[in-house]
């Protein structure tokens, strides 16, 4: 199982990106995913979690600003960042509760992280 963020990059204060975070193989089915956060000199903190049913959850930091959500036909998740901040700065990465199947219809559930994708906001 592979995750792969992307839409990090360098935007201004009030500027807005979008992350996308992509699950492969296609026989990975996801249950909950998040993204988190590590900023520098900081511990990593969740960011947003989205359930199987599209129940999602916000850290107080992000609500109102973020919106996570999934595209389960595309294995996608993606989390839209509106009204950036200095503090936004940080690495985001993903990460995956889910089922896969192996070539032999064996279900492996676990956990799985995605390389981080850097998000840096100027003030």
């Known amino acids: 199982v592979q995750l792969q963020a992307s839409g990090g990059g360098l935007v201004q204060a009030g500027g807005s990106l979008r992350l996308s975070c992509v699950a492969s193989?296609?026989?990975?089915?996801?249950?909950?995913m998040g993204w988190y956060r590590q900023a520098p000199g900081k511990q990593r903190e969740l960011v947003a979690d989205?359930?199987?049913?599209?129940?999602?959850d916000y850290a107080d930091s992000v609500r109102g600003r973020f919106t996570i959500s999934r595209d389960n036909a595309k294995n996608t998740v993606y989390l839209q960042m509106n009204s950036l901040k200095g503090e936004d700065t940080a690495v985001y990465s993903c990460?995956?509760?889910?089922?896969?199947?192996?070539?032999?219809?064996?279900?492996?559930?676990?956990?799985?992280w995605g390389q981080g994708t850097e998000v840096t906001v100027s003030s």
């Open positions: 989205i359930s199987s049913a599209g129940s999602t």
């Open positions: 990460n995956a509760d889910g089922v896969y199947y192996t070539d032999d219809g064996v279900p492996i559930v676990g956990r799985y």
């Open positions: 193989p296609s026989t990975f089915r996801i249950n909950a």
